[in-house]
């Protein structure tokens, strides 16, 4: 019999991406775990052209990676296939803005002049791609970064961030100090929200 990761191998990144959206949750972990070397060389890429601000923002390597995980998530529960554009750029652009509003937000507070720091050229995505899908992606993720703002707690953001990091529920909960049961809760309503959010936006 198959396993799970042979089945999810054969498959195209858009087909992985619409079984996670539709509640596969290893789907989600494969298609995860296949783009989390992306973010993690997205980080790498900013953290090393902008170093220096990054340090006085208190950011290190490993915060835009987190950040760069949560951009990718983003990326899984946004995407809209029928806008015919690939995941793999979607995801790119998804990792890089999210990376870049971390830095943006960290030193917004030491009134750097952080707005002539990052250009267009830092997003991470083909030279083929249009201005126009550049908007419809901006435009798609600002509402999902919005909804999730909005709706996950702080907690239930230290959870999603740790568990995209591969941690295990229970050191999870350890580093946290919560009950395994409330970490698995948590995942669990991250999810209902996601998916809310993708019924909500199927317009």
Sequence with gaps: MLSHSDVFSSMTDE???FLAQSGDTPAE?????????????????FYAKHQQYC???LLDKDDLYQEG???????VYSYRADRNTAF?????????????AAIKSANSKKNLPFGSLL????????????????????ET??????FLTRELSSLELSVIRLFLQDMSYRDISEKLGI????????IQRIRGKLREFLTDNRS
């Design 15 to 17: 087909e992985l991406v």
């Design 29 to 45: 972990t494969f298609i995860l775990d296949k783009f989390k070397i992306q973010a993690e060389k997205t980080a790498s890429v």
């Design 55 to 57: 340090t006085l923002g």
């Design 69 to 75: 995980l949560l951009g990718l998530l983003s990326a």
């Design 88 to 100: 793999r750029t979607y995801a790119s652009v998804c990792i890089s803005n999210q990376i870049k």
């Design 119 to 138: 250009s267009i050229d830092d997003t991470v995505i083909p030279a083929t791609e249009s201005v126009e899908d550049l908007f419809i992606f901006n």
């Design 141 to 146: 993720e600002e509402v999902l970064n919005s």
């Design 179 to 186: 009950p395994v049961k409330s970490v698995d809760n948590a």
